[in-house]
């Protein structure tokens, strides 16, 4: 029995995400490594869900929601937030919590660069939509679906130039000009 409780104390302490156990009457009674590394909160900053909930959030929210959320969901809720971490700085996580039979083990991923990274992607589609929108040139993005062909976006120029757009979209045969 020891060496089990040694491989999981290992697991826990080595786990790649953050890890928090809360008991029933809402204290934390572990923190790992990870978590202190992604939020910089060790268990002496936090002691209880609602320490946490404050300091990250901002906000009280009642441990109890939460887990009543993750009973619906057969045991585990899986939340996207931005958090405040100890040192001001914000970062975005995915949160894992599973309602256990005596704690609630909660489970937090540093997702911040993929979120950046979408945020960047859609600011850079923002602009090229922008671009083409005001764009001179005239232009169109045909779709091809069993061989049917089809217009799924003309900008201002092109349906200037034409007179049509995606709502006047015709379907044609193979082969045969739009």
Known sequence: MLKEKQTLLSVLEDNPHGIVLINRAE?????????????????DDLSSWSAWSTKAYGS??????????????????????????KAGEHKYV??????????SLLVLTDITAQKRAEEALLAEKRRFEAVVENSPVGSAIIAVKDDQRCFR????????????????????RSGSPL
């Open 27 to 43: 204290r934390i009674t572990y923190i790992n490594p990870e978590f202190t590394k992604i939020t910089g909160y060790s268990l």
């Open 60 to 85: 009280k929210e009642p441990l109890e929601r939460v887990l009543d959320e993750a009973k619906l969901q057969r045991g585990i809720t899986q939340l996207c937030h931005k958090v405040i971490c």
């Open 94 to 103: 995915e949160c894992r919590i599973t309602d256990l039979d005596d704690a």
């Open 153 to 172: 976006y003309t900008n201002p120029r092109f349906r200037e130039i034409f007179g049509y757009g995606p709502k006047s979209c015709r379907k044609c």
